[in-house]
């Protein structure tokens, strides 16, 4: 007997307001029968595909009803339907179909210990005895209701609501007979204020092309990867006493195609692996790629953590990029962003309408120096959204390293705020955020032996780079911003004044191996009004290129792994311009060019000389020979292995030095090995040639051995025992 009218389930169901849709829809016990109902709006009819047994509509609304003994009917039956446009369709019930996501998965969710939450958060596809379709789930703990959109259904959140897990906060449903490749949203309802929000999927894979900001169901990988041999020595590296010398780009403004457009994934890959194979480095670190509405962001206000950017193709094609880099013995990092979310409607922003993956006090969870929502490092959801997606990058994507942004504004409640909420015991450390970080690390570092998280971290925070069991934060290496920033701030003064200014170069070796340290030279050195590097050196154009030669030697010799921002390398004039490209151009000039060759030699020198490399970690690995002579603003060092050592020379002066006694580790005869004032790199070519220089038996800077060297201008020198 059909029902007269509805009842209130089935009003909830019309108001789309329910949160447990399948009580409603779908096969029901019904006396000694059953009954199958279906809620299809703009249907004009329905039927059973399995007995072609039609569905009778309950009047004056779009639900339709069948009841019977139900014997014959599959457990998984077919709906055909006509809608009001005259077209036909054939599925299966979405509503006929048991929970599919195992309980032990959301106990691990809720605890905070589920580290591969994407195989069942988000849209993946899935099957369920034989038939294929769309497993669709989300967080969402204070909806009242919600539902999937997508161009299958007109984008109508009555269509396909899903069913609630009770205690878990995560809603689910599973469509068949749809693939990937489909646009979709979630439709998240307020239990308490009602509010209606159409929202991007968290873990959404992909998604369209901006200003459009739809999820796309990206289908299962078939990528066929070819760098196994990469991952098999990457596991077993001693990657701290290897060479580690890293070009940071960022993929929209390095090249473009011929009308301004952007170069693909597969694109980029064969022409950036080229140059970064002929350059010298041994890694790339890619400015966030993970899926970004805006541009001028250039990729840290994220919106899909777990998607490459749809601006330069499609996740197999970024999966095309990693390996290539592999092949061709190159590591890949990407630049990854815990710290803050952007506040873009779409997004995570009020997620179910309450402060979801935020913080609902403002002093808590909003960075007012970029505009942003910071995470609740407290919450154990919060945490497997994050470190999921970390793992998802090192094991979808072979990932070989994690930049963390913004460390910092982590770990201090107090970051760049005047109004801030101490933690439990009065203190401004962010103690949720402490753990998190550590959790990280531990997780990522099991998951994906071998890979690295490096902290861009400005401050003098212990043990960033120490074990997590011994109290550390368990990052592998660190940005080091003390001797980037004291370092640009000592060349910034005329030469005349250096002298007064020496500390500010030897300062860095009283904390150089309190952790491990990477020498950053990043995208932040060359942007907001900073320019560029070459014309943050004083002087005119030759003392600028001289100084810039001078200070890229003593980066790649002082201890610490290096990091260049592309441009960088070749002395770009401008101030880098994300909406452009880099001005290649100016290599067709000499001292451009010759600024591209030192990179190129300094970067093959290190890789090749294990005393530059061997222990960048170790107090054993440096000894200066002379850091006193501020007067002549020269330092001069050894870089050593038990097996190797160099000796290094800077002036910081336009003056060249001519006889300068230094004292040497050993007798013999030493070869300069480099000349940052070599013509070759647009200098004055004045140095020691290509001839020996002898040892002498005379005591100097308490070495019973000294060389009488020739130092150029505005240049180093390194020295070399001849073989």
Same mark, same amino acid.
Not at 385 to 406: K, M, P, T
């Given at each position: 007997?059909?029902?007269?009218?509805?009842?209130?389930?089935?009003?909830?169901? #019309?108001?789309?307001?329910?949160?447990?849709?399948?009580?409603?829809?779908?096969?029901?016990?019904?006396? $000694?029968?059953?009954?199958?109902?279906?809620? =299809?709006?703009?249907?004009? $009819?329905?039927?059973?595909?399995?007995?072609?047994?039609?569905?009778?509509? *309950?009047?004056?609304?779009?639900?339709?009803?069948?009841?019977?003994?139900?014997?014959?009917?599959?457990?998984?039956?077919?709906?055909?339907?006509?809608?009001?446009?005259?077209?036909?369709?054939?599925?299966?019930?979405?509503?006929?179909?048991?929970?599919?996501?195992?309980?032990?998965?959301?106990?691990?969710?809720?605890?905070?210990?589920?580290?591969?939450?994407?195989?069942?958060?988000?849209?993946?596809?899935? $099957? *369920?005895?034989?038939? #294929?379709?769309?497993?669709?789930?989300?967080? #969402?703990?204070?909806?009242?209701?919600?539902?999937?959109?997508?161009?299958?259904?007109?984008?109508?959140?009555?269509?396909?609501?899903?069913?609630?897990?009770?205690?878990?906060? @995560?809603?689910?449903?599973?469509?068949?007979? *749809?693939?990937?490749?489909?646009?979709?949203?979630?439709?998240?309802?307020?239990?308490?204020?009602?509010?209606?929000? !159409?929202?991007?999927?968290?873990?959404?894979?992909?998604?369209?092309?901006?200003?459009?900001?739809?999820?796309? @169901?990206?289908?299962?990988?078939?990528?066929?990867?070819?760098?196994?041999?990469?991952?098999?020595?990457?596991?077993?590296?001693?990657?701290?006493?290897?060479?580690?010398?890293?070009?940071?780009?960022?993929?929209?403004?390095?090249?473009?195609?011929?009308?301004?457009?952007?170069?693909?994934?597969?694109?980029? #890959?064969?022409?950036?692996?080229?140059?970064?194979?002929?350059?010298?480095?041994?890694?790339?670190?890619?400015?966030?790629?993970?899926?970004?509405?805006?541009?001028?962001?250039?990729?840290?206000?994220?919106?899909?953590?777990?998607?490459?950017?749809?601006?330069?193709?499609?996740?197999?094609?970024?999966?095309?990029?990693?390996?290539?880099?592999?092949?061709?013995?190159?590591?890949?990092?990407?630049?990854?962003?815990?710290?803050?979310?952007?506040?873009?409607?779409?997004?995570?922003?009020?997620?179910?309408?309450?402060?979801?993956?935020?913080?609902?006090?403002?002093?808590?969870?909003?960075?007012?120096?970029?505009?942003?929502?910071?995470?609740?490092?407290?919450?154990?959801?919060?945490?497997?959204?994050? =470190?999921?997606?970390?793992?998802?990058?090192?094991?979808?994507?072979?990932?070989?390293?994690?930049?963390?942004?913004?460390?910092?504004?982590?770990?201090?409640?107090?970051?760049?705020?005047?109004?801030?909420?101490?933690?439990?015991?009065?203190?401004?450390?962010?103690?949720?955020?402490?753990?998190?970080?550590?959790?990280?690390?531990?997780?990522?570092?099991?998951?994906?032996?071998?890979?690295?998280?490096?902290?861009?971290?400005?401050?003098?925070?212990?043990?960033?780079?120490?074990?997590?069991?011994?109290?550390?934060?368990?990052?592998?290496?660190?940005?080091?911003?003390?001797?980037?920033?004291? !370092?640009?701030?000592?060349?910034?003064?005329?030469?005349?004044?250096?002298?007064?200014?020496?500390?500010?170069?030897?300062?860095?070796?009283?904390?150089?191996?309190?952790?491990?340290?990477?020498?950053?030279?990043?995208?932040?050195?060359?942007?907001?009004?900073?320019?560029?590097?070459?014309?943050?050196?004083?002087?005119?154009?030759?003392?600028?290129?001289?100084?810039?030669?001078?200070?890229?030697?003593?980066?790649?010799?002082?201890?610490?792994? &290096?990091?260049?921002?592309?441009?960088?390398?070749?002395?770009?004039?401008?101030?880098?311009?994300?909406?452009?490209?880099?001005?290649?151009? @100016?290599?067709?000039?000499?001292?451009?060019?010759?600024?591209?060759?030192?990179?190129?030699?300094?970067?093959?020198?290190?890789?090749?000389?294990?005393?530059?490399?061997?222990?960048?970690?170790?107090?054993?690995?440096?000894?200066? =020979?002379?850091?006193?002579?501020?007067?002549?603003?020269?330092?001069?060092?050894?870089? &050593?292995?038990?097996? $190797?050592?160099? @000796?290094?020379?800077?002036?910081?002066?336009?003056?060249?030095?001519?006889?300068?006694?230094?004292?040497?580790?050993?007798?013999?005869?030493?070869?300069?090995?480099?000349?940052?004032?070599?013509?070759?790199?647009?200098?004055?070519?004045?140095?020691?040639?290509?001839?020996?220089?002898?040892?002498?038996?005379?005591?100097?800077?308490?070495?019973?051995?000294?060389?009488?060297?020739?130092?150029?201008?505005?240049?180093?020198?390194?020295?070399?025992?001849?073989?």
């Amino acid at each position: 007997m059909i029902e007269a009218k509805l009842n209130d389930e089935m009003i909830r169901i #019309a108001e789309a307001r329910h949160h447990d849709p399948f009580s409603v829809l779908g096969r029901h016990p019904c006396g $000694e029968g059953v009954v199958v109902r279906a809620y =299809i709006p703009h249907a004009t $009819e329905v039927s059973i595909a399995e007995g072609n047994l039609p569905l009778e509509r *309950i009047p004056d609304s779009d639900f339709f009803q069948w009841q019977g003994s139900g014997k014959n009917l599959p457990a998984h039956y077919r709906l055909i339907w006509r809608d009001t446009w005259h077209h036909d369709h054939i599925a299966h019930d979405p509503y006929s179909y048991l929970p599919q996501i195992p309980d032990f998965d959301l106990h691990l969710f809720g605890e905070g210990r589920h580290s591969h939450a994407y195989n069942f958060l988000g849209a993946n596809e899935h $099957e *369920i005895d034989g038939v #294929a379709g769309i497993l669709f789930a989300v967080w #969402a703990p204070n909806a009242e209701r919600v539902s999937v959109l997508g161009d299958f259904n007109h984008w109508d959140g009555r269509r396909h609501p899903m069913r609630v897990r009770p205690g878990s906060g @995560v809603w689910e449903l599973f469509i068949p007979d *749809i693939a990937s490749g489909i646009f979709y949203r979630f439709e998240i309802r307020n239990r308490n204020s009602g509010e209606v929000l !159409t929202k991007s999927d968290p873990y959404g894979r992909r998604f369209e092309m901006r200003p459009g900001n739809a999820s796309i @169901v990206a289908p299962r990988s078939t990528y066929v990867w070819q760098d196994t041999a990469w991952m098999e020595r990457r596991v077993a590296a001693d990657w701290q006493h290897a060479p580690m010398s890293t070009y940071e780009v960022h993929l929209g403004s390095w090249q473009r195609g011929y009308e301004g457009e952007f170069l693909s994934y597969r694109e980029l #890959a064969r022409q950036l692996v080229e140059y970064v194979t002929r350059m010298g480095f041994t890694h790339i670190e890619l400015l966030p790629v993970t899926e970004h509405p805006f541009d001028q962001s250039w990729g840290y206000q994220v919106t899909g953590y777990f998607a490459p950017t749809s601006r330069f193709g499609t996740p197999d094609e970024f999966r095309y990029f990693v390996d290539l880099c592999h092949q061709n013995d190159i590591g890949v990092i990407l630049d990854w962003v815990p710290a803050h979310f952007p506040k873009d409607a779409h997004a995570l922003a009020r997620f179910d309408g309450t402060a979801l993956y935020e913080h609902e006090d403002p002093r808590k969870g909003e960075h007012l120096d970029w505009s942003t929502l910071i995470f609740n490092f407290g919450r154990n959801e919060v945490k497997n959204f994050l =470190i999921s997606s970390a793992v998802y990058w090192l094991d979808e994507f072979h990932i070989d390293g994690l930049r963390v942004d913004a460390v910092a504004s982590m770990l201090y409640l107090d970051y760049s705020r005047t109004e801030w909420v101490p933690n439990q015991y009065g203190g401004r450390e962010n103690i949720e955020a402490i753990d998190f970080l550590r959790q990280l690390n531990a997780t990522t570092h099991t998951e994906a032996p071998g890979t690295l998280v490096i902290a861009e971290e400005s401050t003098s925070w212990p043990q960033v780079t120490r074990p997590t069991y011994i109290g550390g934060l368990g990052f592998d290496i660190k940005w080091n911003m003390g001797w980037m920033n004291d !370092t640009l701030r000592y060349m910034a003064q005329e030469p005349i004044y250096r002298q007064y200014h020496h500390d500010l170069l030897t300062f860095s070796m009283l904390y150089a191996f309190s952790e491990n340290f990477m020498l950053p030279f990043s995208h932040d050195e060359v942007v907001h009004g900073k320019g560029s590097m070459i014309n943050r050196m004083p002087g005119d154009e030759w003392q600028r290129f001289a100084n810039l030669r001078l200070l890229y030697t003593y980066m790649f010799t002082h201890p610490g792994k &290096k990091l260049l921002f592309m441009g960088t390398e070749f002395g770009q004039g401008l101030e880098w311009n994300s909406a452009g490209v880099l001005d290649w151009y @100016v290599l067709d000039f000499p001292l451009h060019a010759g600024m591209q060759t030192l990179v190129k030699d300094l970067n093959h020198l290190y890789r090749r000389s294990s005393a530059l490399h061997g222990n960048e970690f170790e107090w054993q690995g440096f000894e200066w =020979i002379d850091c006193h002579d501020s007067q002549q603003s020269i330092l001069s060092f050894v870089r &050593k292995t038990d097996d $190797e050592f160099v @000796v290094v020379i800077v002036n910081f002066t336009p003056v060249p030095r001519m006889d300068y006694r230094i004292g040497v580790p050993q007798p013999g005869s030493y070869r300069e090995i480099l000349n940052s004032d070599s013509h070759f790199y647009g200098g004055g070519d004045l140095g020691n040639g290509d001839g020996p220089l002898v040892a002498e038996e005379v005591p100097w800077m308490n070495r019973p051995y000294s060389l009488s060297v020739t130092v150029p201008p505005l240049a180093g020198i390194v020295l070399a025992l001849s073989t």
